[in-house]
């Protein structure tokens, strides 16, 4: 097992200087949005993703969604988490009120599956949420939102209404040129098999939750 030390400097999966590089309209069950694909990289295969309502209106106060990528939420409903409701949720949110969703590519927290999955293992052993990431030697939260802003500014998108429960997601817009005029919680019940990491959310980590 790896000793806990100086945290591991993973490469940023988050480059402030994403290009859009591709778009096209996906009909989802939420109704229609424009996907549009941002990366430094032309062909990157896991580019960011921005999920735009068709007539949203950047000159307004748009509601946004930041989701950080969670294979295990997102795509395969696991209930360790809140993010596949979330997501659900946001999508819902951005097709009646014209916002959007910008998808990073931040699995894990910015640490990726592989040790999201080692996390998990530690914390089936008694470790919490942040004592997993310590223990494998890594930070707390290794996010960065830059490309998010870059993002919402090729969009024309100035003023935000920001849906989370984060606080470092609100105060990542403190420079910079988009505003958060009002953040918007989104907080999902609690199950019996999320309700531990949600309390060390808002215990450790500050989120806005009311547990
Ligand atoms: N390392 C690690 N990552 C986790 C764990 N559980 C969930 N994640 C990741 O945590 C991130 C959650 O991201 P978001 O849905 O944007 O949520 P958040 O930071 O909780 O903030 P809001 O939902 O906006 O309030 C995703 O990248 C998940 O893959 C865990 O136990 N360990
Ligand atoms: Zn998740």
């Known amino acids: 097992m790896v000793e806990q030390g100086d945290p591991i400097l993973l490469p940023s999966t988050t480059a402030s200087a994403a290009t859009r590089r591709a778009e096209a309209l996906i009909p989802t069950p939420f109704g229609q949005f424009r996907m ?3 990366s430094d ?3 990157a295969y896991s580019p960011h993703i921005a999920l735009v309502h068709p007539d949203m209106d950047p000159t307004s106060e748009v509601i946004v969604r930041i989701h950080s990528e969670c294979i295990t939420g997102d795509l395969f409903g696991s209930k360790r988490c809140d993010c596949g409701e979330q997501l659900n949720r ?3 949110i951005a097709a009646s009120g014209k916002g959007m969703v910008i998808y990073l590519r931040q699995e894990g927290r910015g640490i990726g599956i592989i040790n999201k999955l080692k996390a998990y293992q530690l914390q089936d052993q008694g470790l ?3 004592q997993a990431n310590l223990h494998l030697g890594f930070e ?12 919402l500014e090729d ?7 920001l849906l989370t429960n984060n606080p470092e997601k609100v105060d990542s817009f403190t420079e910079g040129k988009v505003k958060v005029v ?3 919680p989104i907080i999902i019940d609690p ?3 999320n309700k531990g990491y949600l309390h060390t959310k808002e215990a450790s980590m500050g989120h806005w939750l009311k547990l």
């Open 36 to 38: 549009i694909a941002y």
């Open 41 to 43: 990289d032309p062909e």
């Open 90 to 92: 946001a999508m819902r």
């Open 128 to 130: 919490d949420t942040i």
């Open 140 to 151: 707390i939260d290794a996010r960065h939102y830059e490309v998010a802003q870059g993002i």
């Open 155 to 161: 969009l024309g998108v100035s003023q935000i209404q």
């Open 182 to 184: 009002r953040r918007l």
């Open 191 to 193: 199950s019996k098999e």
